[in-house]
């Protein structure tokens, strides 16, 4: 398993566009970019990895009331053990009127064998 499926099944059902690293379509009024930002290997005493330890950052793009989609969203990754590490607003964009809000997830797995 890895963090970036886990979002994608998570997150297909509430029927908002999801892309990684950057949003290639014509935007609608509501998306989200998630982008992977970390892979490391979790180390024990016998200086083995044993686990992975993987973080992504959702990026939500909406025009408008951003609060309903983040409580939606919160509730999901916290209701499948997935670690909310931050959430904070970016800003409103002028250009393209959308409101960017971010939040930054990890979760653990087991290592695999490699």
């Given at each position: 398993?890895?963090?970036?499926?886990?979002?994608?099944?998570?997150?297909?059902?509430?029927g908002?566009?999801?892309?990684?690293?950057?949003?290639?379509?014509?935007?609608?009024?509501?998306?989200?970019?998630?982008?992977?930002?970390?892979?490391?290997?979790?180390?024990?005493?016998?200086?083995q990895?044993?686990?992975?330890?993987?973080?992504?950052?959702?990026?939500?793009?909406?025009?408008?009331?951003?609060?309903?989609?983040?409580?939606?969203?919160?509730?999901?990754?916290?209701?499948?053990?997935?670690?909310?590490?931050?959430?904070?607003?970016?800003?409103?964009?002028?250009?393209?009127?959308?409101?960017?809000?971010?939040?930054?997830?990890?979760?653990?797995?087991?290592m695999?064998?490699y």
């Open positions: 398993m890895s963090l970036l499926k886990d979002l994608n099944t998570l997150l297909e059902p509430i908002i566009p999801i892309e990684t690293g950057v949003f290639s379509k014509k935007p609608p009024d509501e998306y989200i970019v998630i982008t992977p930002m970390s892979d490391r290997l979790d180390f024990f005493a016998d200086n990895a044993h686990s992975v330890i993987e973080e992504a950052r959702l990026s939500l793009f909406i025009k408008k009331n951003y609060q309903p989609l983040k409580k939606q969203l919160t509730k999901i990754l916290l209701k499948a053990d997935i670690t909310i590490t931050d959430r904070q607003y970016i800003g409103f964009e002028d250009d393209t009127k959308y409101h960017h809000y971010s939040i930054d997830v990890l979760k653990e797995y087991e695999e064998e």
